[in-house]
């Protein structure tokens, strides 16, 4: 099966610094990736969608210039927490699809961000 | 907005019973719908989906349930066992773009 892998796992910050996740499509091309969030005990809530080699396109409430997403190549999408703060501090979770009509999502294992 | 809703927060049930876990939603223009497992600290584990022109798919132990009339989804586990314990969420898709359930945590007893 298709699989995603994030980097890192788990970090830790210092507030007002910034922290850069990568997530990766192993073994297929993505068109599209998702960038989404969960506090604890609650649902994943989707912050932005990118199509590679396009500007990401940011739910309602997302800052763009906070979460910066880039989405370069067909197998890898980054999402940047800039100036972080401990308000910023949830599970972070990417997701990828290739084509096809209904474009299965593939999650990747999720970035544990905690901010000091 | 529309949202996607689960009915209850928490089911508990005996090693080898079945589980169901349901789910409303109400976007009608939804037409893909997928269930996911997930365990602590991990990522959203495909189980199963169903499309909008489908009303029951089965899967190995599992079968999902749609009734577009009340907009309804279901997820049947059969012959449940501890290693089935996990949060489950539905997710209901438009045009690719996927709203999550607020999820629910099934505990099997042993």
């Known amino acids: 099966g298709a699989v995603v892998s994030q980097h890192p796992s788990r970090v830790i910050c210092k507030s007002g610094t910034s922290v850069k996740i990568e997530c990766r499509s192993l073994?297929?091309?993505?068109?599209?990736m998702f960038w989404y969030r969960q506090f604890p005990k609650k649902s994943l809530m989707l912050m932005a969608t990118?199509?590679?080699?396009?500007?990401?396109?940011?739910e309602q409430g997302v800052e763009k210039d906070k979460f910066l997403i880039n989405h370069a190549s067909l197998t890898l999408s980054t999402l940047t927490v800039t100036s972080a703060h401990p308000e910023d501090s949830s599970f972070y979770i990417c997701?990828?699809?290739?084509?096809?009509?209904?474009?299965?999502?593939?999650f990747g294992p999720g970035t544990r961000l905690t901010v000091l | 907005g529309e949202s996607v809703g689960l009915h209850l927060p928490t089911l508990s049930v005996q090693e080898g019973d079945n589980s169901i876990i349901n789910c409303a939603y109400s976007?009608?223009?939804?037409?893909?719908f997928i269930w996911y497992k997930q365990e602590s600290g991990k990522g959203p584990q495909f189980i199963i989906d169903?499309?909008?022109?489908?009303d029951k798919r089965q899967g190995q132990r599992v079968t999902v349930l749609l009734n577009k009339t009340v907009k309804h989804l279901s997820l049947q586990i059969a012959a449940t066992q501890p290693g089935d314990s996990a949060v489950y969420f539905c997710?209901?898709?438009?045009?690719?773009?996927?709203?999550f359930g607020k999820g629910i945590t099934l505990s099997v007893r042993p």
């Open positions: 997710a209901e898709s438009e045009n690719s773009k996927l709203t």
């Open positions: 997701s990828a699809s290739g084509t096809g009509s209904y474009n299965e999502q593939f």
């Open positions: 073994d297929f091309q993505a068109t599209t």
């Open positions: 976007n009608s223009a939804s037409d893909y």
């Open positions: 990118s199509n590679e080699g396009s500007k990401a396109t940011y």
């Open positions: 169903i499309r909008s022109n489908m």
